[in-house]
């Protein structure tokens, strides 16, 4: 949701006193620290999931990375597939992007352009998750993958590790992330490049989903600690303040940011219950956390239309005075479509590859068992049913 309103104010560019209203509005809203914490709490989520798991083995690994593959991949491939088709058939028809939609200039113009379709080699790469050009918020996707592929093996590498060795474990981790920076300050760009691949595909953001596996095992000792002591009131607040504005300050390799992220959430889970902590538990925000991913990938698809739309038909000598109004409406409007299509996507794809997921990797005797149990856990919660308060469901 985060992402969805600092792309929705992006669409136009005000002039005057509003620049001031959208910069605050780009901070307070940061795109680019919710993909970090969602990063991290993918990593406390996953890792829960391997510990509650079956012993370490290549069936499990591999049981694992299935269920993470059709957990991801079906609803990228659906979105994909639909943009390929509305390029393909505009550029053939004109029809539904007509000749005017790619010559309107503004949010994300590249996109969704039906003059230039996409060639095989974007198509394919694009596919793989080694180029989000298609759609340009799926580039958080291929690096999810890959980290859930590879966070088995640190689960497997940490059991045999101390608490401190697992502390050094990160470190080193924290250390590989700033390889290509290393590159540069000894000189060798040749080894930038290479080793810049690697960052940009999965180790520049490892990190971060080890650091989420390590709360459940650091967190509770440091904030029962914390929460003894006046230091609690500065929870989540202080933080925060650090989350949304370490990428101002110069962090570009997210590591402040992931720190203040496992912070945030580890006060959350096992932190001083406020009164704002509840609002977590709200039934719209259950909802949206149900269908968060499918509505991660739509929505700027649909924001793109409408501003592409909007752009045509309305001069700028309007939309300048007016971009907080206009961005107001086209987040309505785009929450509102992408919305619908988020809900669709998950009854009919997410929850059927999930459970389907499930029964393929489960022992052949628990096959029929485990069939109830993906229907349940992708089902929404009974409306009479109430969860407990994050601190206390920990």
């Known amino acids: 949701m985060t992402v969805a309103i600092r792309h929705s104010f992006r669409v136009c560019h005000g002039d005057g006193s509003q620049t001031l209203a959208l910069t605050w509005i780009d901070r307070v809203f940061n795109g680019n620290a919710a993909v970090t914490l969602f990063f991290v709490l993918s990593g406390f989520v996953l890792g829960l999931s391997l510990r509650n798991g079956s012993a370490f083995t290549a069936r499990s690994m591999g049981a694992f990375g299935i269920r993470r593959f059709f957990r991801i991949y079906p609803v990228f491939l659906l979105s994909t597939l639909v943009v390929l088709g509305c390029l393909w058939c505009s550029a053939r028809f004109g029809w539904p992007f007509p000749a005017w939609f790619g010559s309107a200039q503004g949010y994300h113009s590249g996109v969704l352009h039906p003059g230039t379709p996409p060639d095989a080699a974007t198509v394919i790469f694009n596919l793989l998750m080694w180029s989000p050009s298609l759609n340009l918020v799926t580039w958080t996707l291929g690096i999810e993958l890959r980290c859930s592929v590879l966070l088995p093996l640190l689960h497997w590498w940490s059991g045999k590790l101390s608490l401190r060795g697992r502390s050094l474990l990160l470190l080193g981790l924290v250390f590989t992330a700033c390889l290509p920076k290393w590159c540069l300050l000894l000189g060798s760009a040749r080894a930038e490049t290479v080793v810049s691949i690697f960052h940009g595909a999965f180790s520049g953001y490892l990190f971060l989903f080890y650091l989420g ?17 006046p230091a609690h009131w500065l929870l989540p607040w202080a933080p925060l ?97 992408a919305t619908g299509i988020a809900a669709l996507c998950f009854r009919w794809v997410e929850r059927p ?14 096959r029929s068992d485990i069939a109830a149990i993906a229907a349940s856990d992708a089902s929404p919660l009974p409306a009479e049913q109430k969860s407990p308060p994050p601190a206390k469901a920990a």
Request: aromatic share 14%; glycine share 10%.
């Open 353 to 366: 590859f999930v459970g389907w997921s499930k029964r393929i990797t489960a022992p052949h005797g628990k």
């Open 213 to 229: 596996y390590l709360l459940p095992e650091f967190g509770p000792a440091v904030f029962n600690k914390i929460n003894e002591t």
């Open 241 to 337: 303040v650090i989350f949304l504005g370490a990428d101002q300050w110069g962090d570009e390799l997210r590591i402040l940011q992931g720190a203040a992220a496992a912070v945030i959430i580890g006060h959350l889970l096992y932190g001083t219950e406020h009164r704002v902590h509840r609002w977590l538990d709200a039934p719209v925000a259950r909802f949206y956390g149900r269908i968060s991913y499918s509505f991660y990938l739509w929505h700027d698809l649909v924001l793109i239309v409408l501003a592409r739309t909007l752009a045509h038909f309305v001069p700028k000598s309007i939309l300048a005075p007016g971009a907080l109004a206009f961005g107001g409406v086209v987040l309505l409007a785009s929450l509102a479509i």
